[in-house]
């Protein structure tokens, strides 16, 4: 859904530990989600995809699982090291035929040492 | 590959004056590239959509006549804030995409109204 908060939710792993950051999505409709992480003064980075057709999704170190039921999305992060640290935003696509993102609030990964 | 360049990434200026921002994929070309501002601490809002060679589509509440977009081809598009004000003062940030590719962002720029 939309950020209303004026902070973000913080998530603080040991190094080492894997790392899981959930998102709940707005629209039962949205056909496609992507995970994006966010270093500080900077832009989102990609980071992981997924399409409403599949309910798990692997990369290097991470995975993205959805559940349409009760429209959720996590990520989860493995073996979790400080350069994971940031803000991470999950965003869903409307299917607007626009590509239009509506992204999550937000959660703050801490990974400490 | 897909990578975005926004320019400058920081700008500082006096209250009244008009800024612009540059948004380039280097890349790739770009059919849409969006504009997002950014508070801090908190998420990404749109404010516009801009296919090249079209006028842009602004989302409910922001101004277009403050927010000047222009999507002159398919590799820059660039934000003008007009008679900018210090409530103008923000992290504004450009994404870029292709075909049915995710968005790519470029690393903001960081505009301070004085």
């Known amino acids: 859904g939309e950020s209303v908060g004026l902070h973000l939710p913080t998530l603080s792993v040991q190094e080492g530990d894997n790392s899981i950051i959930n998102c709940a999505y707005s629209?039962?409709?949205?056909?496609?989600f992507i995970w994006y992480k966010q270093e500080s003064g900077k832009g989102p980075q990609f980071i992981i995809d997924?399409?409403?057709?599949?309910d798990k999704r692997q990369g290097q170190r991470v995975t993205v699982l959805l559940n349409k039921t009760v429209k959720h999305l996590s990520l989860q992060i493995a073996a979790t090291q400080p350069g994971d640290s940031a803000v991470y935003f999950c965003a869903e696509n409307t299917p607007s035929g626009t590509y239009k993102y509506i992204f999550g609030t937000g959660t703050r990964l801490k990974v400490l040492a | 590959g897909a990578v975005v360049s926004q320019h400058p990434s920081w700008v500082i200026c006096k209250s009244g004056t008009s800024v612009k921002i540059e948004c380039r994929s280097l890349d790739f070309q770009a059919t849409t590239m969006f504009w997002y501002r950014q508070f801090p601490k908190q998420s990404l809002m749109l404010m516009a959509t801009?296919?090249?060679?079209?006028?842009?589509?602004?989302e409910q509440g922001v101004e277009k006549d403050k927010f000047l977009i222009n999507h002159a081809s398919l590799t820059l598009s660039t934000l003008t804030v007009t008679s900018a004000h210090p409530e103008d003062s923000s992290f504004y940030i450009c994404?870029?995409?292709?075909?049915?590719?995710?968005?790519?962002f470029g690393d903001g720029t960081r505009l301070s109204i004085l």
């Open positions: 801009s296919n090249e060679g079209s006028k842009a589509t602004y």
């Open positions: 994404s870029a995409r292709t075909g049915l590719q995710p968005q790519h």
């Open positions: 629209n039962s409709a949205s056909d496609y």
């Open positions: 997924i399409r409403s057709n599949m």
